[in-house]
């Protein structure tokens, strides 16, 4: 871990946000490109990460009652025409399939052929076709609730795409939930939010805003839709995650009716949520540095890598030895549940070794050379302190704090993001200063301002500035105040941001 | 649990077992066709089992230090066109998509628009895809070896579908393994049948019978295929896991190469193997019976139902109370490192709760009356041992022992099934004899006949009985013999059989 007075990305945050985005999942190993237009390859780092926030996730899913389960990939043309809204809201880009055949062509190429006598639409979400489902399970109350989610692969065709945030395909969850009754079913919708609330904040330690969406940012369909919006830190807003109560809209257009206590035939209500792999380049903007990725440890691919310094080669089956116990030690033990994870990177490529796992961004690495092991210490440094901070530590020590250690950078992630937000979300007032702020060079970050209630406002601030109302907190306060846009009389502050 | 004359499915197994599975398959609420052609929706019950399937084979493979990641849904033409052979293996039927977008046509409706440049054809196998990151990833000998896992859905075109048994879109894993060695990736190929194996035996209770295929029974392109074989009921082989050597082949059309330690640039060798949903099919034609599904503990969604019987209103509360109270101390325990899971079903149907809950298949039924309360016992009925054998037993006592009786049954499912594929398992040495055994009506089973080796006799016995080599067994004992098709001399007996 020689000295290194430049940072390990170039460009650095300040310099190019969006270029430092792309450097650091490059670097980190977690995805790249793939020769599918707009399809990521998701490499074992970046995967593992997902299997640890899908494990989280499902769990708590579960206890909450959610059920699993699985629809086709495919949908038929035809469902998407029932439901206008629907298509409107995002299922015009998507992939067709028109062909269930490969011949040979007059060139000796593969052309396609055996064309369906209806096209089918690659899932842009299941909903469609799990309300069909709904629809036909259920007959009386008894069968209610439904609910259910569905972990899968997705697709939207996107123009212009960027890896984690914004890709053609990309893997997710759905929940969808059928009730007898709209209180349980508003219930619900604010229940996966707090679950998901908690899985981001506890696990991502990216602190979330909770808030409701306005008419114009609701999802298309839903009645209300309420929404988790974190900071990046280019101060510019990610939603990391959404609950929508549907009413009994959804229901109506897919026949989900059930007969209740007194024989009546009735719509039931539903709600839907969903979280991405998005989330990880949230998270990624949210923790790294100008060296790249930091894992939050509660989901990380690993917690602790073991870097053997073996300058000699009569001392490699000591140090080797060495490490190896203190690996064993490590791996025998849990943190939040998990067996901690021990790597131990024993290739001989000098420096260039502290620093790939620097890029990935595991949170502990600790050398072991001769002088370390005569000492029976090894030499710790945590990822989330920079590269300079770094200790020699007692083996014992070391092995027995760990997850006191993990928690440590775990709370320190949350509560430097959080500070960083809170640094950045301000009360703005008079429309001059608001326009100021989202214009000044480098400026941005949250804004409490005032709102009418108009689409016009929003409309008029969205066209001027490309900032939206990300949401309306749940924790605004009512208090007199007048509208930003149009100065007319407010009684609740909204959050203004530019957003990804 | 009042008597019943007949049994819960119908047909029985005896009289059509085609149509005994399908009806199993709808009855135990596993899964259901959906309207989109030859997909299947995979229902709770039916998706927790593949849960925890993909739970267990999970772990095993990662202890072997297999990563698993993620790659695109599509597959460029181009890359088909590349492998003459992998086309002819499977991707000719396969859903091929020509657009990216839908707009309103003539009529109102949606059609296909925005003609993509190249097709793209929905994976049948990420095969061609993984190799080409491989092809990136490896320079040096150093990157070897690399052992990637990915866990999808896949999608293969087919005329005639059989929930889990053969789906246009199925759920599947598919490993794929680079070496520097031949003998590193022979052990690989060996290492991954050694898991498949432990999984399929230990998990779901189903002895297989392991070999290696012929070469007209081999993976295109592969070297060596080695791979698992069961018995169903009907007494037909079904193929429940594959694993592939696949030499440098691959290697060579995926140009995968890397430097060797002197500095030269030589072409890996590589491996594959995939196990998928058709297991689930497997295993329900395994163990199930007339009266429905029977679920392996190992891998069953749940383990235990209760069921209170409540006569008089007044009795609820004191029954439902004793029955949580024995579901919350079984919910403590853990069975094979999974906490036991516990269902209560308290709904007021009669006798078809019993029913549902036989035809699901799960491993434990206790019913809880005000008479069994009294005693402080509960009426446990086990689902191997069909729906006669049924006792009180203390309430203590069944707490304490139940690690116990699902090992019981775990134990007593696999060795039924051993027994039974022991008892339909013949060596014959006279052709006439061996035609007489498939053409018989209602005759079956796994025939060790001797093989000389020669393609042609393959072929005739495949043209004239539908029977194939389903492999050479690998503790196949070498012993003079003749060809059960030709009479040449043949030195080893090969397994025959009828197969799905």
Redesign the interface.
């Known amino acids: 871990m020689g000295k290194q007075a430049k940072n390990a990305i170039s460009p650095s945050r300040a310099e190019d946000y969006p270029m430092w985005y792309q450097e650091v999942v490059r670097e980190s190993q977690m995805a790249e490109n793939?020769?599918?237009r707009g399809?990521?390859?998701?490499?074992?780092w970046g995967?593992?990460l997902?299997?640890n926030m899908v494990a989280a996730m499902d769990e708590m899913f579960k206890e909450t009652g959610v059920?699993?389960?699985?629809?086709?990939?495919?949908?038929?043309?035809s469902?998407?025409?029932k439901e206008a809204e629907h298509?409107e809201g995002f299922?015009?880009?998507?992939?067709?399939?028109?062909?269930?055949?490969?011949?040979s062509g007059e060139d000796g190429?593969?052309v396609?052929a055996?064309k369906l006598t209806e096209?089918?639409?690659?899932r842009p979400t299941s909903e469609t076709?799990i309300g069909?489902?709904m629809a036909k399970w259920t007959t009386s109350y008894?069968d209610l609730p439904i609910l259910?989610n569905q972990w899968?692969?997705v697709?939207r065709?996107e123009m212009r795409t960027r890896i984690f945030l914004r890709t053609s395909?990309f893997?997710w969850q759905e929940g969808h939930t059928a009730h007898a009754t709209e209180e349980e079913a508003r219930e619900r919708t604010m229940r996966m939010l707090d679950v998901y609330t908690e899985f981001v904040e506890t696990c991502l330690a990216m602190p979330v805003v909770r808030g409701r969406k306005t008419a114009s940012e609701r999802f298309p369909g839903a009645v209300d839709t309420i929404c988790i919006e974190a900071m990046m830190q280019d101060r510019k807003a990610l939603q990391a995650g959404t609950s929508h109560f549907l009413g009994q809209n959804f229901a109506k257009s897919s026949h989900i009716t059930f007969q209740n206590a007194d024989k009546q035939e009735e719509y039931a209500w539903t709600t839907s949520w969903g979280t991405s792999t998005r989330m990880i380049g949230g998270m990624i903007m949210t923790h790294g540095d100008d060296d790249g990725v930091i894992m939050p440890p509660r989901v990380a691919p690993a917690h602790v890598v073991l870097l053997p310094i073996i300058r000699k080669e009569e001392d490699r089956r000591k140090i080797m030895d060495y490490t190896n116990g203190i690996a064993d030690l490590l791996r025998g033990k849990r943190y939040h549940g998990r067996k901690i994870v021990v790597e131990i990177d024993d290739?001989d490529i000098g420096g260039a070794r502290n620093w790939e796992w620097v890029k990935k961004g595991i949170p502990v690495r600790a050398e072991i050379g001769p002088r370390d092991m005569a000492n029976d210490s090894v030499f710790v440094a945590r990822r989330d302190m920079g590269t300079k901070e770094k200790k020699g530590v007692q083996r014992e020590a070391f092995i027995n704090t760990i997850e006191a250690l993990l928690d440590d950078i775990q709370t320190n992630l949350f509560d430097r993001a959080k500070r960083f937000q809170k640094a950045n979300t301000h009360e703005i007032d008079e429309a001059g200063a608001f326009y100021d702020f989202y214009r000044e060079e480098g400026a941005g970050g949250f804004v409490m301002a005032h709102w009418c209630g108009s689409e016009t406002c929003e409309a008029t601030i969205k066209q001027d500035l490309a900032v939206t109302i990300r949401c309306i907190p749940f924790d605004s306060r009512t208090e007199q105040g007048k509208c930003i846009c149009c100065n007319k009389p407010s009684s609740r502050r909204v959050l203004y941001s530019k957003a990804y």
């Open positions: 793939s020769p599918v399809c990521m390859v998701i490499k074992p995967y593992a997902w299997e059920k699993n389960a699985y629809f086709p990939l495919f949908i038929p043309l469902y998407l025409e298509v299922a015009k880009e998507c992939a067709v399939v028109t062909h269930h055949r490969l011949e190429g593969l396609p055996g096209p089918l639409v690659v076709i069909e489902s008894r259910l899968a692969n697709v065709w395909e893997l290739r």
